[in-house]
Nanobody, 126 residues
Framework: QVQLVESGGGLVQAGDSLRLSCAASGRTLFSNYAMGWFRQAPGKERELIASINWAGTSASYADSVKGRFTCSRDNAKKLMYLQMNSLKPEDTAVYYC??????????????????WGQGTQVTVSP
């Protein structure tokens, strides 16, 4: 069993930066999990925007965030991060982290993930 807790969201202006964190807890090895960052804007479906493999050596990004967002992880600390630069109003959403046990990364299907955090709100004003 894994518990995931996101933090770091907030209200910022366009062009600003934020760093989200996802803290994992539970009696499990964090490196057993590929991880993903999803977001859900009002009235829209939850979408995968970044994903990282178990070792933190490979990551993938949605076109909408590529070049602006960077996903990383620290397995020893059981943390995953999402560095978000050059934020835009269209980045406004609830951001979720998700864990996939002993699986590959980059899967957009929500049902491929075993654990989810509760989400953190990111609001970007024009």
């Amino acid at each position: 069993q894994v518990q995931l807790v996101e933090s770091g969201g907030g209200l910022v202006q366009a062009g600003d930066s934020l760093r989200l964190s996802c803290a994992a807890s539970g009696r499990t090895l964090f490196s057993n999990y590929a991880m993903g960052w999803f977001r859900q804007a009002p009235g829209k479906e939850r979408e995968l925007i970044a994903s990282i493999n178990w070792a933190g050596t490979s990551a993938s990004y949605a076109d909408s965030v590529k070049g602006r967002f960077t996903c990383s992880r620290d397995n020893a600390k059981k943390l995953m991060y999402l560095q978000m630069n050059s934020l835009k109003p269209e980045d406004t959403a609830v951001y979720y982290c998700a864990a996939r046990f002993r699986g590959g990364y980059g899967y957009p299907d929500l049902n491929k993930y075993d654990y989810w955090g509760q989400g953190t709100q990111v609001t970007v004003s024009p």
